[in-house]
């Protein structure tokens, strides 16, 4: 049985390296001359995530599973923790304030040759349980900054960029809006801690059945077609159709169309990772909570609850918490872009819902909070807990930029109301 961790642990420094891959990728697309701009006021500098993911590797893994102490304190400390953008004040910082990129180049190669020669030995002696615990949450942790960069490149001008072309997108009729049945029923939320071959973050446990009444979801994302029905009913200027702080955030900030969108003349363009073109009336639109919440409002619906969604994705005869190893769709970095809804290569639930994996995160009506038996992981006790805070809202599904180890039953997402550049969407219910 010697075998078995040892080829565990290959698996593991190989999906490192992919991870590794993804994110260099992602850094290639930003020319060498704006890696100091600051694409979203709220979040750091490009920089800043390049020196990142190696110093969180380095903190996370040093003195845990290799006994080895920094070799750079201050660069270890300087590119430690990102920012959560809530409504407040905005950093200062000037480029000339941060290491210049052949430092920050020459630091990454640094960590990752010293991480690899450690792991090498670490993996002989470092119990295999904490080994894999902890660099399944390296690579993860990369993963979803491969993700939530691309959401901030996406906001730095085409022209600070290189493009990369994505397949060409088969053309598909529109689809009818429709929504499908969900009769009462129960469902499974969260991982068991006694599955201890699978790895989830600690917001994932433990493990429980909700029942959920019967409802109706929509059976596609909702899309930029439906939601410029709602921009040209007047549904920004209508405070009845927003919360108090939604409209309060929708005025101080002077929202007046989803943040991909541009009025142009008459009509609109749609700002892709790589140039505008015509607003695609068939995609799925991507809006903060607050804007995706005012549209539910005005179809007098509302969003899923986090249990709804789940029921809707895995319910229905002997399909409750069927894992995914088949799911067909529009994420693991395939595309920089959606696809339309009704695009043929998207998985559809037991119960007949399409398209709930990939193409684009979808908000839910739960406000991110514990499981019962939730317990903090002791190497990094805030991944979770410090959101905890009752601001910040649950989305289920994926993106085209959602790595598909991050598709799994029990994985939640969440970020605040009011950020607007998530690749998220949503779908509505009736009650
Ligand atoms: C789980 C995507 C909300 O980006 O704020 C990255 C992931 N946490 N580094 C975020 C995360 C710390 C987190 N989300």
New binding site residues.
């Given amino acids: 049985m010697l075998a078995a961790p040892k080829a565990a642990g290959e698996e593991l420094l190989t999906r490192l390296n992919q991870a590794r891959q993804r994110s260099d990728e992602l850094f290639a697309i930003v020319r060498p001359d704006s890696l100091y701009e600051r694409p979203i006021p709220e979040r750091h500098r490009i920089v800043f995530y390049i020196g990142?993911l190696e110093a969180?590797d380095w903190n996370l893994l040093c003195g845990r599973i290799i006994d080895q102490t920094a070799f750079d304190p201050e660069l270890d400390h300087l590119f430690a923790f990102?920012i959560?953008p809530v409504d407040g004040s905005l950093p200062t910082d000037q480029p000339s304030d941060w290491p210049s990129i052949e430092g920050v180049r020459r630091y990454v190669k640094r960590v990752r040759a010293s991480l690899d020669s450690a792991l090498a030995k670490a993996s002989s002696h470092a119990s295999p349980e904490l080994y894999s615990q902890l660099l399944n949450v390296g690579i993860e942790?990369r993963l979803?900054?491969a993700?939530?960069l691309a959401y901030m490149l996406h906001q730095l001008s085409p022209d600070r960029k290189i493009a990369v072309k994505s397949e060409l997108e088969a053309v598909v009729p529109p689809v009818a809006p429709t929504m499908i049945t969900i009769p009462a029923g129960p469902v499974t939320l969260g991982l068991r801690r006694a599955d201890q071959h699978l790895f989830g973050?600690d917001n994932e446990y433990e493990a429980h059945q909700v029942n959920v009444p019967a409802f109706a979801i929509d059976k596609y994302k909702i899309t930029n077609r439906q939601f410029l029905e709602f921009l040209n009913a007047g549904a920004y200027d209508e405070p009845v159709l927003w919360t108090a702080a939604d409209w309060q955030w929708r005025k101080q900030q002077d929202i007046t169309c989803p943040v991909f969108w541009r009025k142009a003349g008459e009509g609109w363009l749609y700002r892709t990772m790589f140039g505008e073109i015509p607003l695609p009336l068939e995609w799925p639109v991507y809006v903060s909570h607050a804007e995706a919440s005012a549209y539910a409002r005005w179809a007098r619906k509302s969003l899923p609850t986090e249990a709804q969604w789940q029921r809707a994705a895995y319910g229905g005869a002997n399909a409750d918490e069927k894992p995914n190893t088949q799911l067909a769709g529009n994420f693991d970095f395939q595309r920089w872009d959606p696809v339309p809804v009704g695009a043929s290569r998207q998985s559809v639930s037991p119960l007949g819902v399409s398209g709930m994996f990939g193409n684009g995160w979808e908000w839910t009506s739960t406000v991110f909070a514990p499981f019962a038996g939730f317990e903090p992981f002791s190497f990094y006790p805030g991944?979770?807990a410090n959101?905890f805070d009752g601001q910040?809202y649950v989305m289920k599904g994926g993106s085209a930029r959602t790595a598909a180890c991050m598709l799994r039953p029990s994985f939640?997402?969440?970020?605040q109301p009011h950020y607007q550049y998530v690749y998220s969407g949503f779908r509505c219910v009736t009650n």
């Fill in positions: 990142h969180f990102g959560d942790h979803m900054h993700e939530t973050w991944y979770s959101f910040h939640r997402n969440w970020f």
